[in-house]
């Protein structure tokens, strides 16, 4: 078994029927047996991007992206903040900060050159506390060392030119912090992929990863492409290789082709409240509080929407479903394996409090509100509604850390010599996209030689 955490680094066709101005594709029939160089496991934004980096370096080959839903980038894509962050809040020097810095502006460029619309709306991070100074000044050197642009330190007046609505002794300015809708981003990175000759496969689940033993029927070539992925509904794909970026699935296709189960995903789900249309003008662009490092998430934050909307949270609290974006959502299997891991057990007696404060305001919206009103006052509970929920592919290890490395997994053996495993893409892995993109096409390269 090979596991490699980064710190610091810097043929055969499928006939699809394509929709047009959509992405949404069909499993049709086979041509070929099916077979491809290069299979892509997960169709959210990690994903996407890096298929789409992979047929960009080599159009020679042949690529395949299979994804399990019908459509594309429904999940963690699909349900999150919409944010565009600069890499303040990030290790200097790290990989996680380069990539945000590095993705920030690749994704500023991307969606001018494609035409996707988006706004540079800015963002404050507001102590509203004296004790949060201090913190706050350290998150400016923290930027600046990470290139953030045009960061600045501003005092209460100009908090009030900024945001009328908002109050605070002082503030982070981050004007080059943006929106976009992720989810138009991610299918364009699927168009490119299509037209770049790539095969799109929705509606295929990929539930066994193994060795062929032997050559497709009707073959001349024996096998060439020795790697078979077989769906939930008994089709199959075989490849040379394979990539996996499966997001809230990632540990469980590690172990489908028998590689490491840890780091285990733990799925926590993030409620929002959002404001009432005749509310929208409390908020200009992005509020969000001094983060406190005694908690493992940034806490409850303004966040203007591309479709004018406004969002206000969110918390954090144990999803009891992968995939469940509803408070009673549940699955067995899900919750068994989330409450059962050692991991997830140590982080929440690390965080009792928080975590019971966390489900008190999922339940009562006056509680989250009272936090809200730290930064806008005027702001009360009949200006709100529930809102939307994302899910969180959180990564843990077996101490109850939260994994903010990269991490990619290979193994030993037949199968495993020829599967790379994307285990934890650090949030924020949208802004970031391009360039995590750029660092997996890089170790498919290096681990395949293609």
Not at 117 to 123: A, L, M, S, T, V
Not at 283 to 302: A, K, Q, S, W
Not at 423 to 445: F, G, K, W, Y
């Amino acid at each position: 078994m090979m596991i490699r955490t980064l710190r610091n680094a810097s043929a055969g066709a499928v006939l699809l029927v394509r929709r047009p101005k959509s992405l949404k594709c069909i499993t049709a029939r086979y041509q070929h047996s099916g077979c491809c160089d290069v299979a892509v496991v997960g169709g959210g934004i990690v994903g996407l991007a890096s298929a789409r980096e992979l047929i960009l370096r080599h159009p020679n080959l042949t690529f395949t992206l299979l994804e399990k839903e019908k459509e594309l980038s429904i999940h963690q894509s699909g349900h999150n903040s919409g944010v565009i962050h600069s890499g303040i809040y990030y290790t200097p020097g790290s990989l996680k900060a380069r990539l945000c810095v590095r993705g920030s502006t690749l994704a500023y460029e991307y969606c001018e050159k494609k035409g996707i619309p988006y706004k540079r709306c800015g963002k404050l991070i507001v102590a509203v506390e004296r004790e949060e100074i201090p913190r706050l000044k350290a998150l400016y050197e923290r930027g600046q060392k990470n290139n953030v642009r045009e960061l600045s330190i501003i005092d209460a007046k100009a908090i009030r030119e900024r945001e009328p609505y908002c109050r605070g002794l002082m503030a982070l300015d981050s004007p080059y912090t943006g929106i976009v809708d992720w989810r138009v981003v991610a299918l364009s990175y699927g168009k490119d992929f299509q037209q770049a000759g790539g095969t799109v496969l929705t509606g295929f689940e990929a539930s066994d990863i193994t060795m062929a033993t032997e050559s497709p029927a009707g073959s001349s070539e024996g096998l060439k492409h020795p790697i078979v992925i077989r769906g939930s509904k008994g089709e199959e794909v075989r490849c040379r290789y394979v990539l996996t970026c499966g997001g809230l699935y990632s540990d469980r296709l590690s172990q489908i082709s028998g590689c490491s189960p840890e780091p285990r995903i733990v799925p926590f789900r993030g409620d929002y409240l959002v404001l009432k249309p005749e509310k929208h003008y409390l908020v200009r662009g992005n509020i969000y509080p001094v983060p406190d490092p005694r908690f493992p998430f940034l806490g409850v934050h303004f966040t203007p929407r591309m479709d004018g909307s406004v969002w206000l949270g969110p918390n954090a609290v144990l999803a009891f479903k992968r995939e469940g974006y509803e408070v009673y959502d549940f699955d067995l299997q899900d919750f068994g394996d989330a409450v059962s891991f050692r991991g997830l057990q140590r982080l929440v007696m690390k965080n009792l409090t928080y975590g019971v404060g966390e489900m008190y305001r999922g339940v009562f919206i006056s509680a989250q509100v009272k936090i809200l009103q730290k930064y806008i006052p005027e702001l009360s509970v009949s200006d709100v509604l529930r809102g939307p929920a994302g899910v969180r592919a959180q990564a843990l290890d077996r101490d109850g850390n939260l994994v903010d490395d990269f991490v990619f997994d290979g193994g030993a053996g037949a199968v495993g010599s020829r599967v790379l495993h994307v285990r934890n893409a650090p949030s924020p892995a949208a802004t970031s996209s391009l360039a995590i993109a750029e660092i997996i096409a890089d170790e498919v390269q290096n681990r395949f030689t293609l």
